[in-house]
């Protein structure tokens, strides 16, 4: 079945270039009002304009569609919040939300200065925050929500020189575990994506051919998809190249120390069971693994005073 958009409003940050304007195009293509978010500064962020999202606009009022343009800030929240409030009074309401604004500041970590720092961890983190937090009670009012995370394999996984971003990267996926429970009785859904694309933040990252190989047209089909009527919820995607893959978090099974025998030698002695990666498995929530590790233990107790 088609996957369409219409009569569903959605927000997209940093939605003038890159990855953000290709979503953005496409959700209007596909019958969605779009708010084109973008606050027009530099890769680093320094800077600002409103021409880049303005022309994303033009684009998709020549194509037929609908959008307005913002130029807020994502890391200021009075900003984000009247861009919500610009939304709900051109359209109504809000029901999508991609995050997708970010900077750069790569830098080995004994050269990163403690500005660089903060100023991606306010643009991604806080960003995400500020954007989740001033749609959440419309969601929730409404009934409907979808909002997008976006990581990266620098958060998931570590990349040299990118201390401030990976740290922000991975914390947007706790942000995306904590707010898919928490919306789910309100059919609010929130999803991350890992994108691979060739765009002004990845020029000097990415190897030529594989910049050449990897476009945002190859990506956005997984960011519609988890923002669609039928999208699942805490899904981290991984999308590149025309390549797709799921990312979890997984734990081994427990491994029972006894008070008798419990050191820092007896966890280097049991290290090899403790990794041994083949028991792995996801948990649903951190209730569930505090049950699995207490219910280990009590297991153990039991079996030793038998």
Wanted: with cysteine; glycine share 8%; charged share 20%.
């Amino acid at each position: 079945m088609t996957i369409r958009f219409d009569d569903r409003v959605a927000i997209v940050t940093g939605a003038g270039n890159g990855l953000g304007r290709v979503h953005a195009l496409n959700l209007a293509a596909r019958g969605a009002k779009v708010v084109i978010n973008d606050f027009g500064g530099s890769r680093d962020g320094s800077g600002s304009s409103s021409d880049a999202a303005l022309a994303v606009v033009e684009e998709i009022r020549q194509a037929g569609g609908t959008a307005i343009a913002n130029g807020a800030n994502v890391a200021d929240y009075e900003q984000v919040q009247a861009m919500v409030k610009q939304a709900v009074e051109a359209f109504g309401r809000v029901d999508i939300l991609i995050n997708n604004a970010g900077i750069l500041r790569d830098k080995s970590f004994a050269k990163m200065e403690m500005a660089d720092i903060q100023a991606v961890i306010n643009v991604h983190l806080m960003g995400s925050m500020n954007c989740s937090k001033a749609v959440w009670e419309l969601m929730r009012e409404q009934n409907y929500g979808r909002i997008l995370m976006t990581t990266s394999a620098a958060g998931l996984f570590g990349n040299f020189g990118q201390a401030n971003y990976g740290a922000a990267k991975m914390a947007v996926v706790g942000l995306m575990n904590m707010l898919a429970i928490e919306g789910r009785k309100n059919n609010i859904l929130v999803n991350t994506l890992a994108p691979m694309a060739a765009t002004r933040m990845t020029e000097d990252v990415m190897p030529a051919e594989l910049l050449a190989a990897s476009r945002p047209e190859q990506v956005t089909p997984g960011a519609l998809f988890l923002v669609s009527e039928n999208a699942p919820t805490k899904l981290i995607l991984g999308a590149g190249a025309g390549v797709f893959s799921a990312v979890r978090m997984e734990e081994t099974a427990p491994v029972y120390i006894g008070n008798d025998e419990l050191s820092p030698e007896a966890i280097e002695a049991h290290l090899e069971q403790i990794t041994d990666w083949s028991s792995a498995v996801p948990r649903d929530d951190a209730n569930q693994q505090v049950k699995v590790f207490i219910d280990t233990a009590l297991q153990a107790i039991k079996a030793q005073q038998a």
